[in-house]
């Protein structure tokens, strides 16, 4: 099992659930965060007065899904999220690790019949 998490924009998050659906995803954990990278922040112009955006909002996906379906399901987030036909800075990343174990609370199920 592999925990997938991709931090993308809050702007492409409906186009990316749908390929998501579509890639037979069941559960996903939306989360609104704050971050920056390689934009290192924008300046910006409120009432007159200039101010420096240092975190940029960003949207964090979280899924747990079974080894044979990470790859189908980081293609969805990538081609969801993907801004233009070669993206741009500040797209997103997208990052894949062990998942040691999973427990569903209700019914003490583990392994993936708990996915």
Request: hydrophobic share 40%.
């Amino acid at each position: 099992m592999r925990m997938i998490t991709a931090i993308i924009q809050p702007s492409r998050l409906e186009t990316v659930k749908s390929l998501l659906g579509a890639a037979g995803v069941h559960g996903v954990t939306v989360s609104d965060v704050r971050g920056v990278g390689r934009q290192r922040g924008r300046t910006e112009i409120y009432r007159g007065h200039e101010y420096t955006v240092d975190l940029i909002p960003k949207v964090k996906l979280e899924i747990a899904a079974e080894d044979e379906q990470v790859d189908r399901i980081i293609e969805a987030i990538v081609k969801g999220a993907r801004t233009g036909v070669e993206g741009k800075i500040g797209d997103g990343k997208v990052f894949v690790t062990p998942l040691e174990e999973v427990m569903r609370i209700r019914t003490g199920e583990v392994g993936a019949a708990a996915l």
